[in-house]
């Protein structure tokens, strides 16, 4: 249980096109999904918490106008990535907490999106 | 600023052996912990969480928590090449779900 795909895995982009992610949770619901961004030897940084049906919450230092977040419904939340430029050129990676008793609070992330824009 | 330590590395352990991985955590409200497994190239996956003082087993794997010394380790017993990875140690602090994660320990396991 607790899967979280994303599509697509690898998108390669012109500078100034916006670019869509899709984070979605296959068995559970999930009432909030975090994105985060890694570059190479880093470690993860969140971008942003994504509650259902509601605005995302940004971290300090993120554009929210340039990462918009949608979470649409209990297993679905996108981040597009608008007038993109080289220096967003990063590995996208999304995560659902789960809120069952057993397994309180844990994140399961999606397989991640690697972007390069040209 | 709430931080979690981790010593990068990279850790060397021959195959077979146990291999000791260590965080330690600057907020005294944290909650909740998780160990994340990272491959090169690949995104986190949750290998054990604990929220209590004290061991928690699951398989070759062992967590440890103190809180009053706020550290949080990992053994992996009987270590074998594929446990090479980076390992990542994640602090839950409240309400807000948020993990803050140490900036990992990169594992080589030597056959």
């Known amino acids: 249980g607790a899967v979280v795909s994303q599509h697509p895995s690898r998108v390669i982009c012109k500078s100034g096109t916006s670019v869509k992610i899709e984070c979605r949770s296959l068995d559970f619901q999930a009432t909030t999904m975090f994105w985060y961004r890694q570059f190479p030897k880093q470690s993860l940084m969140l971008m942003a918490t994504s509650n259902e049906g509601s605005k995302a919450t940004y971290e300090q230092g993120v554009e929210k106008d340039k990462f918009l977040i949608n979470h649409a419904s209990l297993t679905l939340s996108t981040l597009t990535v608008t007038s993109a430029h080289p220096e967003d050129s990063s590995f996208y990676i999304c995560?659902?907490?789960?809120?069952?008793?057993?397994?309180?609070?844990?994140?399961?992330f999606g397989p991640g999106t690697r972007l390069t824009v040209l | 600023q709430k931080e979690v330590e981790q010593n990068s590395g990279p850790l060397s352990v021959p195959e077979g052996a146990i291999a000791s991985l260590n965080c330690t955590y600057s907020d005294r409200v944290s909650q909740s912990f998780f160990w994340y497994r990272q491959y090169s190239g690949k995104s986190p996956e949750l290998i054990m969480s604990i929220y209590s003082n004290g061991d928690k087993e699951d398989g070759r794997f062992t967590a440890q928590l103190n809180k009053a010394s706020q550290y949080v380790s990992l053994l992996i017993r009987d270590s074998q090449p594929s446990d090479s990875a980076t390992y990542l140690c994640?602090?839950?602090?409240?309400?807000?779900?948020?993990?803050?994660f140490g900036k990992g320990t990169l594992l080589t396991v030597n056959p």
């Open positions: 994640a602090v839950n602090q409240g309400s807000n779900y948020k993990l803050t």
């Open positions: 995560s659902a907490r789960t809120s069952g008793s057993k397994t309180y609070n844990e994140q399961f």
